[in-house]
T-cell receptor, first 112, second 116 residues
């Protein structure tokens, strides 16, 4: 299985702190994406990083990709209570179809 | 543009009944993907359809599950003779083209199926 795995499974921080979540995968990929899911809701696409990119920024989000280690990290800076959600990485692997393979997610709680 | 619309939001079925889940993709999107999410799990790919064609159904159970995306109307995921293990959230995503753009996939809010 080339399922992505997020680490940690759960993270609790105070508002204003930074949150870092990690994702590892097993096979070569074309792209890696991060999604957010609020409790009981659908997924919202946050950011996509391609296999030839090493770092990408979007607002308070910073994503890194290390293809040699088959890992990615998502950093949320200056967290807010509204960032409380589950965060999933998803990969589409080289030679595969368009399907995404999701990890189990990191449940982030930002305490006010 | 209303985004990807799924209905119903919640569906309760007794064991042995049929469940029909609907997904209307975003306007102009002809590619639809269905995923299933069990409690405390990530999403698992089920099936990828293009208008009137099933492109990849490698994630769909061989029995009781079927999917279609007719020329007119929404995509339908159909589960016959539901069992308790089918209880999950079912999400649909759509895209205008095959492959993934810089904007990722647009997901609907899901249908939460409970089998009692």
């Amino acid at each position: 299985s080339q399922q992505g795995e997020e680490d940690p499974q759960a993270l609790s921080i105070q508002e204003g702190e930074n949150a870092t979540m990690n994702c590892s995968y097993k096979t070569s990929i074309n792209n890696l994406q991060w999604y957010r899911q609020n409790s009981g809701r659908g997924l919202v696409h946050l950011i996509l990083i391609r296999s030839n990119e090493r770092e990408k920024h979007s607002g308070r989000l910073r994503v890194t990709l290390d293809t040699s280690k088959k890992s990615s990290s998502l950093l949320i800076t200056a967290s807010r209570a509204a960032d409380t959600a589950s965060y999933f990485c998803a990969t589409d692997f080289q030679g595969g179809s368009e399907k995404l393979v999701f990890g189990k997610g990191t449940k982030l709680t930002v305490n006010p | 543009n209303a985004g990807v619309m799924q209905n119903p939001r919640h569906l309760v079925r007794r064991r042995g009944q049929e469940a029909r889940l609907r997904c209307s993709p975003m306007k102009g999107h002809s590619h639809v993907y269905w995923y299933r999410q069990l409690p405390e799990e990530g999403l698992k790919f089920m099936v990828y359809l293009q208008k009137e064609n099933i492109i990849d159904e490698s994630g769909m159970p061989k029995e009781r599950f079927s999917a279609e995306f007719p020329k007119e109307g929404p995509s339908i995921l159909r589960i016959q003779q539901v069992v308790r293990g089918d209880s999950a959230a079912y999400f649909c995503a759509s895209s205008p083209l095959p492959g993934i753009s810089n904007y990722g996939y647009t997901f609907g809010s899901g249908t939460r199926l409970t089998v009692v």
